[in-house]
C-alpha cells in the first residue's frame, strides 16, 4: 500500500506560469513533509520542507501548502522557468523526538516539464 | 567537494556475484541512509545509521543485503548472490540530526 501518492505522472507547464504538484498521504504519523528535485542521473536535492504545526513555508519561487485535515501538500513554483524541468519526488516522516528522521517514504515522482 | 560521495557510479555483473558499494557522508553528519529506486518508482528506503549503529532495517533487505558503517564515517553496502532484481539504482544519503536528507549521485547497479 502506498503511504505517500502523487497522482500525475506527469505535468506541462508554460514558462513563467505557476507551477502545482499534488501529493497525498495516508499515514497520519507522519509530521514531517519534504519536497525533492532530480535530474536525470543524478541523486534528488532537497528542495523544501514543511512540519505539520504549519500550512505554508515559502523559499524564493518554492511555496508548499500543507492540508492536515486532508492528508494533502502542494508545491506551488512561480515564475516557472525552463530549468526547473525534471521530476519532483514528494516525502514523509515521523520525526522522532530531538528532530530526526528514522527514513522517508517518497512518492513515485511527477515529471514537471517546463515549456518555452 | 563536501557533498555525500558514491563508488562506484556503475556496476554491472552477472548474476550470482557478490558486490559491494561506498558511501562518504557529509563529514559531520552523523546519520547515514541507504535507498533502493526502480524504474517509475521514487527511493525506498532500506537501512540507516547513526554513527556506527545500526538502528533500522527495511524488509526489503534481504538476508542477502548487509551494510556497515565500521566507525561512523563511510558507509558499504554489499549484495551478494546478485539477481536480476537487484537491479535499481542505489542512493545514499546523510543528514545532521535532522529529517532533511542529503543524497549522493547513485550507483546504478545493473545485473545480467
Known amino acids: 500500500d502506498q503511504q505517500v501518492k502523487q497522482n500525475s505522472p506527469s505535468l506541462s507547464v508554460q514558462e513563467g506560469r505557476i507551477s502545482i504538484l499534488n501529493c497525498d498521504y495516508t499515514?497520519?504519523?507522519?509530521?514531517?513533509f519534504l519536497w525533492y528535485k532530480k535530474y536525470p542521473a543524478e541523486g534528488p536535492t532537497f528542495l523544501i520542507s514543511?512540519?505539520?504545526?504549519?500550512d505554508k513555508n515559502e523559499d524564493g519561487r518554492f511555496t508548499v501548502f500543507l492540508n492536515k485535515s486532508a492528508k494533502h501538500l502542494s508545491l506551488h513554483i512561480v515564475p516557472s522557468q525552463p530549468g526547473d524541468s525534471a521530476v519532483y519526488f514528494c516525502a514523509a516522516t515521523p520525526l522522532r523526538s530531538g528532530g530526526g528522521a528514522d527514513g522517508l517514504t517518497f512518492g513515485k515522482g511527477t515529471h514537471l516539464i517546463i515549456q518555452p | 567537494d563536501t557533498g555525500v560521495s558514491q563508488d562506484p557510479r556503475h556496476k554491472i555483473t552477472k548474476r550470482g556475484q557478490n558486490v559491494t558499494f561506498r558511501c562518504d557522508p557529509i563529514?559531520?553528519?552523523?546519520?547515514l541512509y541507504w535507498y533502493r529506486q526502480t524504474l517509475g518508482q521514487g527511493p525506498e528506503f532500506l537501512t540507516y545509521f547513526q554513527n556506527e549503529a545500526q538502528l533500522e532495517k527495511s524488509r526489503l533487505l534481504s538476508d542477502r543485503f548487509s551494510a556497515e558503517r565500521p566507525k561512523g564515517s563511510f558507509s558499504t553496502l554489499e549484495i551478494q548472490r546478485t539477481e536480476q532484481g537487484d537491479s535499481a539504482m542505489y542512493l545514499c544519503?546523510?543528514?545532521?540530526?535532522?529529517?532533511?536528507?542529503?543524497f549522493g549521485p547513485g550507483t546504478r547497479l545493473t545485473v545480467t
Open positions: 544519503a546523510s543528514s545532521l540530526s535532522g529529517a532533511i536528507h542529503y
Open positions: 499515514n497520519s504519523m507522519f509530521d514531517y
Open positions: 563529514s559531520e553528519h552523523n546519520r
Open positions: 514543511i512540519s505539520s504545526i504549519k
